[in-house]
Each structure stands twice: as C-alpha cells, then as structure tokens.
C-alpha cells in the first residue's frame, strides 16, 4: 500500500474512465494478485456440485461408500480450502482500495498546494469538500471490479464450459444469460451517471452555501438577510432532495435487478435441466451439478452487475476529481526583479495608488470591489498592476510572494501550537513574538490559554473565537514582516474597544513599512494616513478619513451604516 511519504504519481487527467485505469495500473500486481485469487475463489465455488454430482452418481447410485467418503472428503477439502482464499480475496482487495483511497488523497492534497492561494478563487469550498469527502470513497469502493468483477466474468466462463460436458442446450442458455442482463441493466448505468453527476453537482453548491451561511452569519444578523440566506438554503437543499430521490430511484432499479435477474434465471435453468432429466437425456447426478453451478452462478451475475453499478459511480466521482485535477496555477512569466527601494504599488483598473511607507485603507460600499484589488496588486488575478516602474506580471513570482503579502481574514489556521502557528518554521525570538502578539492586542488570548504560546491549537482554530483567531491571523502576518502588507478586513470581527487598540498600534508598527487594509470601520479608517473610496470598483475620492467624512456625502453614508452594522451584531 502507499506509503506516506511516497511519491503517488502522475494521475492520467484525460477523463473518469481514464483516471480509475491509472489507480489500477499503480499497483498492478497487487490488481493482478486480487483479480487471481478472486477468479480461483469463484471457480472453485463452481467445484462443490461437480463433487456432489459425483459423490451422488459414482457412491450413492452406484452403492459405493468408498468413492462417497472420497468425494466428500475432497468437497470437505475444496471448502477449507476456498474458505482460505475468501480471506486472502477479502484482504488483497481491501489493500487495493486503500491504495486507490490515499493515493488520491495524495495527488489532490499536492495539487491544492501547487494551487496555493489561488485555490479558493478557482473552485468553490462546497466543491472541495464534497469531493475530498464523498468522491474520494466512491472512487476507492468503484475498484472492485479489479477482483470480484474480474473474478465474475471467468466463473461465468468456467461454468458455462462444465454445462457443455452436461448439455449444449444448457450452456448456450448460460452464455446467452448475461448478454441479455447488460443488455437489461446497461442503460439503467446510464441513466445512473447522468442522475448522479446531477445529484454531486447540487451536493457541492448546497455545500457551498453552508460555509457562507456559518461563515457570514454575524454580517448577515446585523443586516437582517439571515432569512433570505436561509431561504435560498431551503430551495436548494429541496432541489437536492428532489434529485436524491431520483438516484435512489435508478439506484433501486439496478439494485433490484442484481438481485432479481439471478433468481430468474436459476429458475430458468433449472426448469430446463428438470425437463432434461426427466427424459433421460441427463443423470440425477447430473441435474444436482446443473442446479448448483447455476445456483453459484447467482452470485458472479450479481457481482457483476454491482460491479457495473460500482464502477459507473466510480467514473462520475472520478470526473470531478480529474476537472480539480485540470486547474492550473497562475503561470510565472515573470524574469525581472522587483524594486530595490520602497516604490509605489499602483492598480490603473480601479486607481488605487499604495504610497511606499504608509497606511492606506480601501473603503467601497461592496467589499468584493476592495477585494479584487487586493488580488490584482497582490498578483493573484492578471492585470496590468505594477510596482514603481516595473509591471507585476514580469516580477519573478518567488520574489513578490517574499516581499508581498495578501493577509486574508478567512485564512486557513493548521492545526499546531501557536507559536509554531503564527511563527511557521522560521526562528522567531520571544521578543518579536511578543510585539507581534502586543500590535494584534492578542496579549489576553495568549494569557488565556493553559500553556500560553505552546497551547496546541484545533485545525481552523475551532477553540478559539471568531475574534481571536482574527487576531491569531493578523499575528502571523505581522510576524511574516512583509515589505507590502495587504490585509483584507484585519478587524471585522472585533469589539470596537479591541478595533480602535489594533488600528492605533498596527499603524506605529508598521509606520515606514507599506500596509493596505481593506476596511469599512471609522476606527480603522481615521488611523490610515491615505483613504481611498471606492465606487463600483474605482476610485472616486483620496484624502484622509475627516476630509473625506466632511466632503463626500457617499462616503459619510458607508460607514454610517459601518456604524449601524457593527451596533447591530454587537
């Protein structure tokens, strides 16, 4: 199985079908070894009625207890046996689902972090959550094909041969069967990919839209649209319902068939047998054989047809995982290096101007406006920014990635102590933790935990507050001591005591260094030496936050009703 430190390949990205040979390919003799001992397991179930048809014909008929207490001992012997290879068949297949199991995990989780930060502006959370939850399963469990499936078709094969030695009219009877069950269930697998790669779609969305409502719920209360998110929630999770219900529909059709089509056609055979050996043309021995080879070819007929039902999931799951797989990172066409000297950081779309050693603060009545031009001087999306004379886009992406930093206040918090959470690996002295911890006003969360810096924390900081870990956050990006620090909404979740602290010491520390905030609060906004206002994603005012309060009747709105929201969801 694969190791964890184990390369897990190049994933073949041309398509589902495509994706689930490459899972198999991986571990080829492991897949070969499955499918052998499955093959060997399901044959020698066909082994039982020919012992018994001889045990009956050669010492029961014919009087002979000796060949009876030899062919009973062999049929004992054949059952100790495959019982052994039904553990062997049961492990080894395990092994080959784990294998296909962790080593998607391992391709999408390298994947995501060759996506880096432009993961979350290319595919949705809802969309990363289903796969990496549900796909990733049905992926793993669709690769039983490789044995029972396989193992399935030559017990079919081997039985259907051992009937010609009964009767021709038999065995053509069984060769003819399962032709007749794909032609049966082939296009219920149809209908069943269509139906669930309708249901995985809806799932992602529905999924989606849980991580807005938890996400925006203290902005969604203090502007009352807590029950227009709900009800959007509402229609969509009676949307997934809907479609729910018409897998389980095909689901149970197919379903019903495995078990059903067997059944029938074991009642046909044996009918045909019983006429056979009502006639003479077959011995008693001889139709036992027939009703158990075909009564054990019930079960390869139904392995057969989960199989297909297996597999055709397995390829709809697998689609989704190869589209993640086919997202590209933005491309480094960079070759120059950045400005030596502290350089204006412009953004000529909107007309934001980030003077070099000073704070400066979005302010836009929609906050994606701000948002996106974030992304754009942080060279997160493609634009025609540039850094003193030097277009971002020809800026060697290692060395902006260095010297800039977009601090987002949904960042992802790891699961680590919290010094090694905001420090990362790089050698932080107590000191400059400390005034990092002092500037964020995150003294009280230190102090508060049992064994303060080396208190472990819970992936995503579940054990803090929304507070704390904005404040956790803003630490980190501190303490990363970027040349240009472009932080998306540092405050948004703070008291206005704790607000006001931040904005004050954020810009003494930072004072001589560049920062941008995007930000709505007076707090935050009277601290900043420049503030831009923004309208429809462009500039329409520069001053400072009193020039602007006493010219701009939009701008005195905006943070009117900054004000009014932060006294709501308080």
């Known amino acids: ?131 990496g939850v549900g796909d990733v399963q049905t992926i793993s469990q669709s690769l039983t094909v490789v044995g029972p499936g396989f193992g399935a078709v030559v017990a079919y094969l081997v039985i259907a041969g051992l009937l010609v030695s009964v009767s021709v009219p038999i065995a053509v009877v069984v060769l003819l069967g399962m032709p007749l069950v794909g032609v049966l269930v082939g296009p219920l697998l149809g209908r069943l990919q269509g139906t669930e790669t309708e249901y995985r779609e809806r799932q992602g969305v529905l999924t989606a839209r849980i991580a807005d409502l938890a996400g925006g719920l203290r902005v969604l209360n203090g502007l009352g649209g807590k029950g227009l998110v709900a009800d959007a929630f509402h229609r969509d999770s009676q949307r997934l319902r809907a479609q729910g219900y018409r897998v389980g529909a095909v689901t149970s059709w197919v379903q019903a068939l ?48 989960e199989c297909g039902y297996q597999v055709s999931r397995g390829v709809v799951a697998a689609r989704r995982i190869v589209r993640f797989l086919r997202l590209e990172p933005m491309p480094d066409t960079g070759t120059r290096d950045a400005p030596a000297e502290p350089a204006v950081l412009y953004d000529p779309e909107s007309g934001v101007r980030v003077l070099p050693g000073r704070l400066t603060a979005l302010a836009g009545a929609l906050p994606a406006d701000a948002v996106a031009v974030v992304d754009r001087l942080g060279r997160y999306t493609p634009s ?79 054990n803090l507050s929304g507070g704390q870990r904005q404040r956790v956050r803003l630490v980190r990006a501190l303490l990363a001591d970027p040349d240009i620090l472009l932080a998306i909404e540092p405050t948004s979740a703070l008291d206005a005591h704790t607000e006001a602290r ?69």
Request: glycine share 10%; hydrophobic share 45%; with cysteine.
């Open 1 to 131: 199985m694969i190791d964890a430190y184990e390369d897990p390949g190049e994933p073949d990205c041309r398509g589902g079908g495509r994706y689930l040979w490459w899972l198999v390919r991986r571990q080829a003799t492991r897949s070969v070894v499955g499918a052998l001992i499955s093959s060997v397991w399901m044959v020698l179930l066909a082994a039982t009625p020919y012992l018994m048809s001889r045990a009956v014909d050669d010492g029961l008929t014919a009087g002979d207890y000796g060949a009876l207490v030899g062919w009973t001992g062999a049929l004992f012997s054949v059952g100790a046996f495959n019982a052994w290879l039904s553990i062997m068949r049961h492990r080894t297949m395990t092994r080959v689902r784990m294998d296909a199991n962790f080593r998607t995990v391992k391709v999408l989780m390298g994947h995501a972090v060759r996506l880096g930060a432009a993961l979350p502006r290319r595919i949705g959370a809802g969309e990363v959550v289903t796969i």
């Open 258 to 305: 495995g078990v059903g089509l067997p059944t029938l056609f074991l009642a046909v055979v044996t009918w045909l047998a019983a006429r056979l050996a009502a006639q003479g043309d077959i011995t008693v021995g001889e139709l036992v054989s027939v009703y158990g080879y075909v009564a054990v070819l019930v079960g390869p007929v139904a392995f057969f047809i």
């Open 502 to 570: 931040v904005a004050e010491r954020l810009h003494a520390t930072r004072r001589g260094r560049t920062t941008l905030v995007t930000t709505t609060s007076p707090l935050v906004l009277d601290r900043a030496d420049t503030v831009h206002y923004l309208v429809e994603g462009k500039v329409t005012a520069t001053g400072t936050h009193q020039e602007l309060m006493h010219t701009e009747q939009g701008y005195r709105a905006l943070v009117a009703r900054a004000e009014d929201a932060e006294e709501l969801a308080q």
């Open 384 to 462: 025609s920014a540039s850094w003193g004379e030097v277009p971002l886009s020809e800026i060697a992406l290692p060395q902006l990635r260095q010297r800039v930093l977009v601090a987002d206040h949904e960042a992802d918090l790891f699961a680590d102590t919290l010094r090694q959470l905001v420090a990362g690996h790089t050698d932080r002295g107590e000191a400059t933790i400390a005034e990092a911890v002092r500037t964020a006003v995150a003294e009280d969360i230190v102090r508060g935990l049992p064994d303060g810096l080396d208190t472990p924390i819970d992936a995503q900081g579940r």
